[in-house]
């Protein structure tokens, strides 16, 4: 083909031309989704050999674009070796649930199913008999599409090995008088369940089903329910000492329970959750994973009605636990917090939000224990100061730090974590530091791939040059620098020069920032000049010096890489518009809904994910990879 | 490994003349190989020809069989070691194998060329895995600079690449 390039005379011979087709398809299977659709703009060559890669490509992962069908289409070729597909739906209607339900299939995975309708269910009911792996998100939610039981049923009689079942969705819409029966008929590997909300009723009655069944066991022959069922993640009204009860009896292998309520009227005796109902969770200590969580969506609320003595009783059991979530726990004080902490031996995960009563002393004497935490996120814990973290930096092998809205936290605490040699992500949002702790960050040795300062008010231009000053650009790709008074265009102009390649930038509802920091950011030059900026998250939205001006510096050439871009959208309706016709593949976000793909999954906080999901985050975090979203997923 | 077993070498000739001597088992790793021993020939103090591939990369490829073939050799010695050893002497050699590969992209190619004519399997993944690296995450004329291609479209065959692809647009200017 195409003789090699006489670019200078020791340039390498062209791949295209010496390479058999064969290889070259090798190559590119070896590429993500994306880059291998870059390829196959490179050459003829690179273009057959790609659409051929395309035909035994064993996983299809495009979360980045969501494309419509007419597009996918070419892209997903009739391909026997197709295992895995992850896809972002959010332009797909029903006509594509043939594009997407193939024989082979082990893993499915789609976000933004809004305009599909219930139909997918039961077609991969029909067709997908080897699917082991499903996680569907957001479902048939356009107003007026069919989804109903009969759906489900399909697909739990069809999908016969089944392990790992996701549905966030709203279950009220499978509501049947045989929703409880339909479960008998489902894979008996099923691992892993995880429901989008559940109304109370319906949870109960599938639960006692499931007990039922247990204790006949001998006598008749029933149907079994779950007999394999290890992880369960629910969100209900209340969680209450009634379903714990039931959880633990009807499910005893369980080792994950992840439990989320967000209550919208003040839970009374009989609905709330007890000590004595924390007295029953884990009856076996098989549990690895616990986490409930009183979210404050609709209510200022938490659990009243736990004190330090329900969490003693259920510390007691949990000796192998290994991760620990609680949230909304108002009158756990630090005895309760440091039960935990000094039964688990083996905890890696504790994250506690809302403890407003956790002080430095549950750490007080942590280096005693052969604790070795990974992850630890403590939010609005308000009387944590200094101390607390200094102690906390002890464990050497924290790898996420999330401390938003720890208010009494100042440099100090900042000063003790700059050393730890596995730190990628930390976030201070609302904490009280200033910019010597941003040199404390500087000079440090954190190997940081996620930084967020959002709101921390004391902060000025002066932290951008003290950060950046050491080794911390080689490795930091996402930045939240929101809500920081102070920070003007000199501020992101001496970014920009530090040529820091970074991927996610967050500046909003900054008063001082204008279009020169726009200008700067889109003339910024990384490795060498070839690239243009590298980010792919620009999030301005409400900054206050923005004009209609810095539209266009989002026009071609600039800002190859965008894919998210935050602005306020009453800027100038005109332009705005015109700027989503000329890029239809950049997600514009304009009433300041926070950016990134992942942040509408409900499902993906870190603190969910088990093992298998983290490494994503991991792996993402160590080849600096094009899965977005790992840092939008901490937002909540 | 059987103690007794003759020690069979066989001796590979690169197209400058260099001979490199190696175990008749390492050497298996390479279909051609195989295939030239199997109808009889090669064994001979001759050794076996390679053609087009130099010194310098064939060298590169006997140091990678040799390792390969040493590490085989010890997972089959202790078949009764337990589940972990085998995962973490699966990881160094998987470490071993990218430090190896981590090379300037003309040797690299030259790897490339070589292995898939002396039909190593083990080779010619680790290498597209090493090119597929370098091309992860880059734009289309990124990667025509870097690999040294020319772009040979018609200007026919790039409106319709606009036209399939306008979401990568911005990554194949």
Redesign the interface.
């Known amino acids: 083909m195409s003789p090699p390039d006489p670019v200078e005379p020791s340039s390498p011979p062209a791949m295209d031309s010496a390479l058999p087709a064969a290889v070259v398809a090798t190559i590119l299977s070896h590429l993500d989704v994306l880059s291998l659709l870059a390829t196959s703009a490179v050459c003829r060559c690179f273009r057959s050999c790609a659409s051929h890669a395309l035909t035994f490509l064993s996983s299809f992962h495009l979360l980045e674009v969501a494309l419509t069908h007419e597009l996918l289409r070419p892209l997903l070729p009739p391909n026997p070796s197709l295992r895995s597909l992850r896809l972002d739906c959010n332009r797909l209607e029903d006509a594509a649930i043939g594009c997407l339900v193939r024989t082979g299939l082990h893993e499915l995975m789609l976000l933004n199913c809004d305009n599909i309708s219930g139909r997918l269910l039961r077609e991969l009911g029909a067709t997908c008999q080897d699917l082991r792996v499903l996680s569907l998100h957001s479902l048939a939610e356009r107003r007026g599409l069919p989804i109903s039981f009969s759906d489900l049923q399909e697909l739990l009689n069809g999908c016969s090995q089944l392990e790992c079942l996701r549905l966030a969705l709203d279950f009220s819409m499978f509501d049947d008088p045989n929703f409880s029966h339909v479960w008998a008929s489902a894979s008996e590997t099923l691992t892993s369940l995880e429901f989008g909300y559940i109304p109370m009723v319906m949870l109960l009655e599938l639960l006692t089903v499931a007990m039922e069944s247990q204790q006949a066991m001998h006598h008749v022959k029933t149907p079994v329910f779950f007999p394999s069922l290890q992880k369960l993640c629910l969100s209900v009204d209340f969680i209450t000492d009634h379903l714990i009860g039931s959880i633990s009896t009807a499910l005893p292998s369980l080792t994950h329970l992840d439990l989320q309520d967000a209550p919208i009227i003040e839970p009374t005796t009989s609905s709330d959750l007890t000590n004595a109902g924390l007295q029953r969770i884990n009856p076996n200590g098989n549990l690895k994973h616990i986490s409930l969580m009183r979210s404050q969506e609709f209510l200022f609320t938490s659990f009243r009605r736990v004190n330090d003595l329900g969490i003693l009783l259920m510390a007691e059991k949990c000796s192998n636990l290994e991760s620990v979530c609680l949230g909304g726990f108002s009158r756990v004080t630090d005895t309760g917090f440091r039960a935990i902490i000094h039964s688990c031996s083996g905890l890696h995960k504790l994250r506690v939000s809302h403890g407003s009563q956790l002080t430095d002393l549950v750490f007080h004497d942590i280096i005693a224990t052969s604790l070795c935490l990974t992850h630890v996120s403590l939010r609005w814990c308000n009387l944590l100061t200094d101390v607390g973290i200094e102690r906390l930096s002890f464990n050497k092998d924290l790898n996420i730090l999330d401390l938003r809205e720890c208010r009494s936290l100042g440099d100090e605490a900042v000063r003790s974590l700059s050393c730890l040699p596995k730190l990628q992500i930390l976030l201070l949002d609302g904490t009280d530091i200033s910019d010597q702790a941003l040199k404390y960050l500087g000079v440090g040795t954190c190997p940081l791939a996620s930084l967020s300062l959002r709101g921390c008010r004391k902060l000025t231009n002066d932290c951008i040059p003290l950060l950046f000053a050491g080794s911390v650009k080689q490795n930091l790709q996402v930045l939240d620098l929101s809500r920081i008074p102070s920070i003007t265009d000199d501020g992101i102009m001496l970014l920009a020069r530090s040529r820091t390649p970074l991927i996610e930038l967050r500046m909003r509802e900054n008063p001082k920032v204008g279009d020169a920091a726009v200008m700067a950011l889109a003339s910024m030059l990384v490795d060498g000049g070839t690239h243009g900026s590298s980010l792919q998250l620009l999030d301005l939205y409400d900054c206050g010096r923005i004009t209609p001006l810095a539209i266009r510096w989002f026009k071609k050439p600039y800002f190859p890489r965008l894919r998210w871009l935050g602005i306020t959208g009453s800027l100038n309706r005109v332009m705005v518009d015109a700027l989503v016709r000329s890029r239809p593949f950049l997600h514009m976000a304009c009433r300041g809904e926070e950016l990134g793909t992942l942040h509408w999954d409900t499902f993906s906080d870190w603190y969910r994910h088990n093992d298998d999901d983290f490494d994503e985050l991991e792996q993402w975090l160590l080849d600096g990879d094009l899965v977005s979203g790992a840092e939008t997923s901490l937002e909540e | 490994m059987a103690a007794g077993k003759p020690v069979v070498m066989v001796t590979l000739v690169s197209s400058d003349g260099q001979s490199f001597q190696l175990l008749e088992e390492a050497a298996l790793l390479s279909a051609m190989v195989r295939d030239t021993i199997q109808i009889g020939q090669g064994r001979g103090p001759a050794g076996i020809p390679i053609r087009n591939i130099t010194g310098q990369t064939l060298s590169m490829v006997v140091v990678y069989c040799n390792k390969h073939y040493t590490a085989a050799a010890a997972a089959d010695g202790d078949d009764a070691a337990d589940e972990e050893k085998k995962v973490a002497n699966k990881k160094q050699l998987r470490e071993w194998d990218e430090q190896f590969i981590n090379l300037e992209?003309?040797k690299l190619?030259d790897i490339?060329?070589a292995a898939?004519n002396l039909g190593i399997d083990g080779l010619?993944?680790l290498c597209?895995?090493r090119?597929?690296?370098m091309?992860?995450?880059?734009?289309?004329s990124?990667?025509?600079?870097k690999?040294?291609?020319?772009?040979?479209?018609t200007s026919e065959?790039r409106a319709q690449?606009e036209k399939?692809?306008?979401?990568?647009?911005?990554?194949?200017?």
């Open positions: 992209q003309d190619y490339l060329v898939n010619v993944d597209c895995w090119f597929a690296d091309m992860k995450g880059k734009s289309a990124e990667i025509r600079v690999l040294g291609i020319r772009d040979d479209f065959q690449i399939d692809s306008p979401w990568v647009w911005s990554r194949t200017t």
